[in-house]
């Protein structure tokens, strides 16, 4: 129960104040900057939640009239944005480690705050998932996802201590690494099943 009530507290700060969330981030004494700490009870839970709701209305939305709940269908849904979602992430913060040291000529980051940046930023991207497999018909809810930049944009300075000057370019593109990473990896299984 106390990880449903840090998801729900944290996704709504990263959301409503998110430069306030990346600040209360950036005191190394708290228990949310660990990543070991937000791995166990933020992101793997909500990962767990994303993919139990895309199942479930996957499966009561199928397009098999001779069944009202296909399980088959559910999981067929479900595991691809598992994986891309588990993936995604790893993926996104080689990019922008990369990114960090040969564009923005900055020292090698550190690991602790790549990954809380990644992750909680993902996070995000993952409540869209689950408001879009609730309501498939309201397809605006992917354009929600653009508000990922201005989350990006507050952490790169606030959190990952990119330079004011360079901070717009930085917020944009990891916003382009955090989006499209998890996307990579969804077209990359779909072309092995092929």
């Known amino acids: 129960m106390n990880q449903f009530k840090y998801i729900v507290k944290f996704l709504i700060a990263l959301?409503?104040?998110s430069d306030q969330a990346w600040s209360y981030l950036?005191?190394?004494?708290?228990?949310?900057?660990?990543?070991a700490y937000m791995l166990r009870n933020y992101f793997y839970p909500l990962l767990g939640i994303?993919?139990?709701?895309?199942?479930?209305?996957?499966?009561?939305?199928?397009?098999?009239?001779?069944?009202?709940?296909?399980f088959q269908y559910g999981m067929t849904k479900m595991v691809p944005v598992l994986v891309a979602y588990f993936v995604g992430p790893y993926l996104a913060m080689m990019l922008i480690k990369t990114m960090l040291v040969n564009i923005f000529d900055l020292p090698h980051p550190d690991k602790d705050r790549l990954t809380n940046?990644?992750?909680?930023?993902t996070s995000f991207l993952m409540a869209i998932e689950m408001l879009m497999a609730v309501f498939p018909a309201f397809r605006f809810f992917e354009?929600?996802?653009?508000?990922?930049v201005y989350i990006t944009w507050n952490g790169s300075h606030t959190y990952i201590r990119v330079a004011e000057k360079r901070r717009w370019l930085f917020g944009f593109m990891?916003?382009?690494v955090i989006f499209f990473s998890p996307s990579l990896i969804?077209?990359?299984?779909?072309?092995?099943q092929g």
């Open 26 to 35: 950036a005191n190394a004494e708290t228990k949310e900057s660990k990543p």
């Open 186 to 192: 969804q077209h990359l299984l779909q072309f092995l």
């Open 143 to 148: 354009f929600i996802a653009l508000y990922l």
């Open 174 to 176: 990891s916003f382009l």
């Open 117 to 121: 940046f990644v992750f909680y930023s």
């Open 50 to 70: 994303m993919s139990f709701v895309i199942f479930l209305f996957a499966g009561w939305r199928s397009p098999n009239p001779e069944v009202s709940f296909d």
């Open 15 to 17: 959301i409503t104040q």
